[in-house]
């Protein structure tokens, strides 16, 4: 459980962060929500003492982050940022493994889970333990970058605009790859974005900040039916559900002939849905099923065709 009680940022006599107070249950997704300046970013990298407060206490598990040397602490979180950071001239295995090495695990420990988490991650090992970032599309950099924070089982992991670097397409995908593992792995996440429908879809709870303060605190569902300022109620408003034609057209519509590898979709799936598949695993076709059974394919390139003769 993650407990900021009071925090405060001052820069040059103005007020970053002006006495935020929040819980974060464990195995919940809490989602700070706000726009550039509103002190967000701010508060996420207080947690890990990347900023130190200039008053109040964050709390996990009920310890507090002061007493715990920075460096430490900081193998105790996970941290994944916008743009996923990799090393440029290290392998996949190698950077996932950057922190336990840190932290002096046997070898085969690591490659153990090095292999866990590209599995968890739908990126078979053999394939790509070996490969270097600039060999990865933005979906499997996006999601090494993640498994690398998830790689020493952290009581905590932080995610600043994870996705904000991907296409709105992918960054959908990114989104629900990343729920499906956190529900699984039961870990306890405070991811920040400055887009509220990213807010509304991953959240447990949505914290909503504006020029330093917290200004609701809630689950989505409230944060919709209620929001306490107009601000929030701005924000909400603004909620748009990107490329809906594209939601509205089956697959069945653009399959042809031939075959494609990777997991099948059905044949009423969307072209979004077919879209985001391509784009997230670097395919340019996904096989297409009927009742069960194959019935061709659907290409990106025909995707990407229809999208355009909608323009």
Not at 114 to 138: K, T
Not at 225 to 236: K, S
Not at 273 to 281: E, P, R, Y
Request: hydrophobic share 40%.
């Amino acid at each position: 459980m993650i407990e900021i009680d009071s925090i405060t940022k001052v820069y040059n006599g103005e007020k970053a962060v002006d006495s935020v107070s929040m819980t974060a249950e464990t195995g919940t997704i809490t989602v700070i929500v706000g726009t550039s300046g509103s002190g967000k970013t701010t508060l996420l990298r207080m947690i890990n003492r990347l900023e130190e407060p200039s008053s109040g206490e964050v709390r996990i598990n009920g310890d507090s982050t002061a007493d715990v040397k920075p460096h430490i602490l900081r193998r105790r979180i996970g941290y994944a940022i916008q743009g996923h950071g990799l090393f440029p001239h290290h392998t996949v295995a190698r950077n996932i493994a950057a922190v336990p090495e840190l932290l002096d695990w046997p070898k085969d420990k690591i490659r153990e889970r090095v292999d866990e988490l590209l599995d968890l991650f739908s990126m078979e090992p053999d394939q790509f333990r070996g490969r270097y970032p600039a060999e990865l599309s933005g979906g499997q950099a996006q999601r090494v970058g993640v498994a690398r924070a998830l790689a020493s089982r952290p009581d905590l992991l932080l995610m600043d605009e994870p996705f904000g670097a991907l296409d709105p397409i992918i960054r959908t995908r990114a989104q629900e790859d990343l729920r499906r593992i956190q529900r699984r792995l039961g870990s306890t996440i405070m991811l920040v974005t400055h887009d509220m429908e990213e807010a509304i879809r991953l959240g447990d709870r949505v914290a909503v900040m504006d020029a330093g303060r917290l200004v609701q605190h809630a689950s989505p569902a409230e944060i919709i039916a209620n929001p306490a300022t107009e601000f929030v109620a701005d924000m909400v408003g603004n909620v748009e559900r990107p490329l809906r034609l594209l939601s509205l057209i089956p697959l069945s519509e653009i399959v042809e002939d031939g075959a494609a590898e990777g997991e099948a979709l059905p044949a009423d799936a969307s072209l979004r849905d077919a879209l985001s598949a391509c784009l997230w695993t670097g395919r340019e076709a996904v096989p297409v099923v009927q009742d069960g059974s194959a019935v061709g394919c659907a290409t990106l390139a025909a995707i990407r065709a229809r999208a355009e003769a909608h323009r």
